[in-house]
């Protein structure tokens, strides 16, 4: 399937009020994975992994939930801490992802710190490099930092 029709089968099953939820062995998982990037963009929880298997392909395995219970936030420098907490504490509010760059890694990690002591848990974290080479061929190393919140429970019902 191309990733329309992977877009139009994945919101048949979720209008059903059922999880998507697929595994594959195929040779393009490209399309797949540009459709549950749409469910991701649109909220939805979308979990992906890649295992082995006995043939010597990867398996793609594929769940994205009905409900839209999850954030993205990209923070720049003007956000502040509070903005991000205070859209996660909607109680429908499942997973988070944050990521930013360079100075804005300390709101990062205030965001984190909040989160951590009011019942979130981090799935993932991923340290990396984003490389911007300017137009004097001259390259500039921002160091990037992305967290997946999730959360575990809400501190009222403990």
């Known amino acids: 399937m191309q990733k329309k029709e ?3 089968h994945i919101q048949l099953i979720l209008d059903s ?3 998507f939820v697929h595994s594959t062995l195929d040779q393009d998982k490209a399309s797949l994975l540009f459709a549950c990037d749409i469910f991701r963009r649109r909220k939805h929880d979308v979990h992906i992994q890649l295992t082995p298997s006995e043939t010597g392909y990867v398996v793609l395995n594929v769940c994205i939930s009905v409900q839209k219970t999850a954030l993205e936030f990209t923070l720049r420098r003007d956000q ?3 903005s991000i907490i205070n859209c996660m504490c909607h109680p429908a509010i499942r997973v988070v992802t944050i990521r930013g760059c360079g100075t804005v890694l300390n709101t990062v990690c205030r965001v984190v710190e909040a989160a951590l002591h009011s ?3 981090i799935e ?3 340290l990396n490099t984003l490389t911007q080479t300017s137009q004097d061929n001259t390259k500039q190393r921002n160091t990037t930092l992305l967290v ?3 959360r575990g429970s809400n501190m009222g019902s403990i």
């Open 6 to 8: 992977w877009v139009a």
């Open 17 to 19: 009020g059922q999880p």
């Open 80 to 82: 502040r801490p509070e």
């Open 119 to 121: 019942g979130w848990f």
């Open 124 to 126: 993932k974290n991923v």
């Open 148 to 150: 997946v919140l999730r």
